[in-house]
Nanobody, 124 residues
Framework: QVQLVESGGGLVQAGGSLRLACAAS????????MAWFRQAPGQEREFVAA????????YYADSVKGRFTISRENAKNTVYLQMNSLKPEDTAVYYC?????????????????WGQGTQVTVSS
């Protein structure tokens, strides 16, 4: 079994930055695809970014391209999301997810493991 714990969320002004981290335990995730999703109140959970095990393949939602960067340290079983130029519309609970098949998918159904989420609030 895999446990994922997110950290780094908080309150930031528009234009600011935050760095989220997701620490995994229970299994080595070197060959998993890791991803970040987010869910705003009253909305469906949506894809933000994903990174395959080799770190050479990354994927981003159009809404965050050029502002967010996903990265991972396989030796630490940790994935990061650097968020710059934050906007009020980025406000959401951010979830870390892991896919043991390594697909690099943007669909929630393709991820077997999820963290509890961390709140990110961007004030205008």
């Amino acid at each position: 079994q895999v446990q994922l714990v997110e950290s780094g969320g908080g309150l930031v002004q528009a234009g600011g930055s935050l760095r989220l981290a997701c620490a995994a335990s229970g299994r080595t995730l070197s060959y998993y695809t890791m991803a970040w999703f987010r869910q705003a109140p009253g909305q469906e959970r949506e894809f933000v970014a994903a990174i395959r095990w080799s770190s050479t393949n990354t994927y981003y939602a159009d809404s965050v391209k050029g502002r967010f960067t996903i990265s991972r340290e396989n030796a630490k079983n940790t994935v990061y999301l650097q968020m710059n130029s934050l906007k009020p519309e980025d406000t959401a609970v951010y979830y870390c997810a892991a896919d043991q098949r390594g697909l690099g998918s943007a669909k929630t159904v393709d991820y077997e493991y999820w963290g509890q989420g961390t709140q990110v609030t961007v004030s205008s």
